[in-house]
């Protein structure tokens, strides 16, 4: 009964700190509990936040916001209606990026709406999008749309800064993933050139099994900071994938060369099994080509021995002997391919002159 009391307490303590603090994480080892007073929490390796919120596109996030079905009841910008749209969005991007990166990306649209709320005029003031060059979208992107109208006419659109804002953040987690990964010492100076600080909340709670802290993320630049400061602490690595060419955290051994994504060659696999059959593959294959260059090799040299009085076997064997190291060093450089070799190797074993 105590037990039971306990949970229904730490559930109305979870509910109330994550209206407070964002999204709750408590460090175990080198791993975050996302929201642990809930019963259903999720464990996750230290620097998994970072790698998940890479794979994020700034483009993904605003056709999403566009297919958003509670786009007509938007237009008034009421607390409620924009609190519905971005849970919508986030359980769409729950499907796309997993939970971390999604609960991440809600909590950050949750400040920006509370940040809208409270002054309007304000949240456009000090926004300015002429240096994204490469932005893309602009004031433009919404004409002609459900958003056409959207927020106040005289002062801007609510998703669009929204949308802005959170990409200026993920613009920055491909650096700050390079510089950790790199062998050379950490700057990361340029996370803090802004007028801006780290939204990172404290707190001593009670659990089943003791009391512990946990931390409160109230959004994207929030959790780079505290996960990049969290993973130099605990010295995790960042490897990346020499498959996908995606950064990843390695669990069970630092040079683990591949992630464990769908692979873009073939999305049932993950990156860790294709590049082992792949491997498998290609041994097998330099195997056969061994065999085969070893079987055309001592045909002809056979035949120059059984033929001494015969020259243009002996002539064969010489050019054969040439050209297989010629092929060797094409085959290193990718000048050239092992089905090319094979090929090659077939026509020599059928010829016995030049």
Request: net charge negative; charged share 25%; with cysteine.
């Amino acid at each position: 009964m105590i037990t039971e009391n306990l949970n229904y307490y730490l559930e109305d303590i979870s509910e109330d700190l994550i209206d407070n603090l964002g999204l709750l994480i408590l460090i175990k080892g080198k791993q975050y509990q996302i929201n642990p007073l809930k019963k259903h929490c999720c464990s996750y390796y230290i620097g998994e936040a970072l790698t998940a919120l890479s794979d994020v596109r700034h483009d993904t996030l605003l056709n999403l916001v566009r297919e958003n079905p509670n786009n007509n009841q938007m237009v008034e910008s009421s607390y409620f209606h924009l609190f519905e749209a971005c849970v919508w969005l986030r359980g769409k991007l729950r499907e796309l990026y997993g939970q971390i990166a999604s609960e991440v990306i809600f909590i950050n649209f949750i400040k920006e709406i509370e940040l809208f709320d409270k002054n309007q005029k304000e949240y456009f003031l000090d926004f300015d999008v002429s240096f994204l060059d490469d932005a893309e979208i602009t004031i433009e992107t919404f004409s002609g749309t459900k958003y056409s109208s959207y927020g106040c006419s005289d002062t801007g659109h609510f998703m669009l800064s929204a949308l802005l804002r959170i990409r200026l953040d993920l613009l920055n987690i491909p650096r700050v993933l390079v510089s950790l990964s790199e062998a050379t010492p950490h700057s990361f100076s340029f996370l803090f050139d802004q007028s801006r600080k780290p939204d990172i909340r404290y707190q001593i709670v009670q659990t089943e099994d003791s009391l512990c802290a946990i931390y409160g993320i109230k959004d994207i630049y929030s959790m780079i900071v505290f996960d990049v400061h969290q993973m130099i602490i605990h010295g995790v690595a960042v490897r990346k994938c020499k498959n996908c060419s995606k950064f990843f955290i390695p669990h069970s051994r630092s040079d683990t060369m591949y992630c464990s994504r769908p692979s873009p060659q073939e999305e049932s696999l993950s990156c860790q099994e294709y590049a082992s059959r792949k491997l498998w593959y290609d041994r097998l294959k330099a195997d056969e080509l061994a065999k085969l260059s070893r079987n055309v090799y001592t045909a002809k040299q056979m035949l120059v021995r059984r033929n001494p009085d015969i020259k243009a076997y002996a002539d064969m064997f010489e050019y054969f002997k040439k050209e297989r190291q010629n092929w060797t060093s094409a085959l290193k450089s990718g000048y050239k391919t092992p089905e090319d070799y094979a090929e090659w190797l077939y026509e020599m074993k059928e010829k016995k002159v030049l």
